[in-house]
């Protein structure tokens, strides 16, 4: 079953379109050290299509250049080699993926959207940490769950296949029954898939590596998988599109050192991220669907208690984007004099990790307070506090997290 599966991917593989043949000439150009602008230029008129997309997207409010830039090779002067390549790349790329139908359980639109929202998250994390060119992690956003798109398209029975396993065992990481089901995950597809069409080397590496929290990469490629693995958890967060799993990755503070970044700088992504996803999206011709953008300002005081500083990131700032102020206490228990300081309305206990004292929630909420738990995969001890808890399995997805405070709110409201 597995060999049958496996035979039929590699077979895809080898039926992939090429990529135009415009594209494969400027990778070659593009890596050429005598080449100049004009060249470049050259190449890229060749192919109308992806000129007049790159001419629009450089004209858009997404640069906001106050003089129309008219031609490539101008462009190459202004952006740099590696920004126009990495573009012209990404859009021919993202069409050859994209598809013509809707072969598989994929919903194409919502993952577009959601390498959109990966793809301009991406570039804010790229120019808040110093990267350049911010077009390649703008790219390797948009493009690092190709290995779904790939499968939906050309092994849709296997995705399949994947869907039902993660239905049956709610919680388990979707790149596990990946390697299970299929002996090789979307992250290592995808960069086979690009090192087929000789994409950037930092574009392959990202794609590889988005999953992996736990590396000790340095220097620029070190930078583009931290950048790419934040860009894809901030998509999750802003709860914009699904590449069919929306489970939130933890976010290691070793990540975010690696590009200077602290908390205030994810927010802030969180934040200027609608506008840069809209621009792209017109640009790349993504149908984006309706973006909730006025958040809801609660007045709920949440208390986020939890063990892991990387557990507690993800969710803290998912209920910030959600519209809520929340405390955060790290603890292995909760003690009465932390409830009693202050008064929450709402608990939020991520004892996903295991090593929280759910005992301790025992006798700490009374009737007026209300609270969600976050048990770790695999509990037997899912009954914490009955009447007044809402749970939830990890890892959770942002929907089900502002779900279940919402269900909680509407039990003490009424
Ligand atoms: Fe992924
Ligand atoms: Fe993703």
């Known amino acids: 079953m597995l060999a049958e599966k496996l035979r039929e991917i590699i077979h895809s593989l080898e039926m992939l379109p090429a990529l135009p043949a415009v594209v494969q000439r400027l990778l070659e150009v593009a890596q050429d050290k005598r080449s100049t602008a004009e060249d470049m230029g050259e190449v890229i008129s060749k192919d109308e299509g992806i000129t007049s997309r790159l001419l629009k997207l450089v004209n858009s409010s997404f640069y906001g250049f106050s003089r129309q830039v008219s031609t490539i090779s101008r462009a190459v002067v202004i952006l740099g080699f590696d920004a126009v390549q990495n573009l012209a790349v990404g859009i021919s790329a993202s069409d050859l993926l994209a598809g013509k139908d809707d072969a598989g359980p994929l919903d194409r639109d919502r993952f577009w959207q959601h390498g959109i929202a990966a793809a301009a998250a991406g570039r804010l994390l790229a120019q808040q940490s110093g990267y350049s060119p911010a077009e390649e992690a703008f790219i390797a956003g948009l493009l690092h769950d190709a290995g779904r798109a790939f499968l939906n398209q050309y092994a849709p029975r296997a995705i399949e296949m994947l869907f039902e396993k993660a239905k049956e065992q709610p919680g388990r990481d979707m790149v596990d029954i990946e390697q299970d089901v299929l002996g090789i995950d979307h992250c290592i597809l995808g960069a086979n898939i690009f090192k087929h069409w000789k994409l950037p080397e930092q574009v392959i590496w990202a794609t590889r590596r988005h999953h992996s929290a736990d590396t000790d990469s340095t220097g620029r490629s070190g930078q583009i998988e931290a950048i790419t693995y934040l860009a894809n958890a ?143 995969r695999d509990s037997e001890r899912g009954n914490v506090s009955p009447g007044d808890t809402g749970q939830l399995v990890a890892p959770v997805s942002a929907e089900q997290l502002l779900g279940a405070i919402d269900t909680q709110r509407v039990t003490s409201n009424g």
């Open 234 to 376: 901030l998509a999750k967060i802003r709860r914009i599109g699904s590449s069919g799993d929306d489970a939130l990755p933890p976010l290691p503070k070793q990540l975010m050192n690696r590009l200077g970044l602290d908390d205030g700088h994810l927010l802030r992504v969180l934040m200027e991220m609608d506008q840069e996803v809209e621009k792209a999206g017109a640009l790349l011709q993504i149908e984006m669907g309706k973006i909730e953008k006025d958040v809801p300002e609660h007045s709920e005081r949440l208390l986020l208690v939890g063990t892991t500083p990387a557990g507690i990131r993800p969710l803290k700032l998912t209920l910030e984007a959600g519209g809520y102020h929340p405390a955060v206490v790290r603890s292995q228990a909760l003690d009465a004099d932390t409830v009693e300081k202050e008064q929450p309305d709402i608990l939020v206990v991520d004892a996903s990790d295991g090593t929280f004292d759910l005992d301790s929630l025992n006798g700490q909420i009374p009737g007026e307070r209300h609270s969600v738990v976050i048990l770790p």
